[in-house]
């Protein structure tokens, strides 16, 4: 969601899609770190960097792959953010769950995110 896709948006909008980009932050140096805003704001970029880095950083465990799965999830890319979800399901790598966490908005109607929910015990 760009910046002025934000804009156009009512407050109680804005405050949840700037909230859903600007909770998660995954693991990295302070210097290093990066607020998912930089996606609403275009640095579609500055996201797909911070993806490999995890990817690097999670080598054959998928450890970040809940982080990976949110970031996707922050670009509207949900297939992706879903497959990640599943790799780490089936890694025993993913972390709490949070199904109303609003990163999860953009798939949370997804059928498959419904049945990933299912299979770790969370009620719908």
Known sequence: MKAVEIAGLGIRQQYLARRRLTLIQPPRTQEGGVQLESVAIGKRAEAIQVIKELEAMSGASLDQAQWIA?????????????????????????????????????????SRFGELLRRRGIQQ
């Open 70 to 110: 949110k970031i996707y999830a922050a670009l509207n890319e949900n297939d992706r953010a879903l497959t990640w979800l599943e790799r780490g399901l089936a890694a025993g790598a993913l972390g709490a769950l949070y199904k109303d966490d609003p990163v999860w908005d953009a798939i949370s109607g997804d």
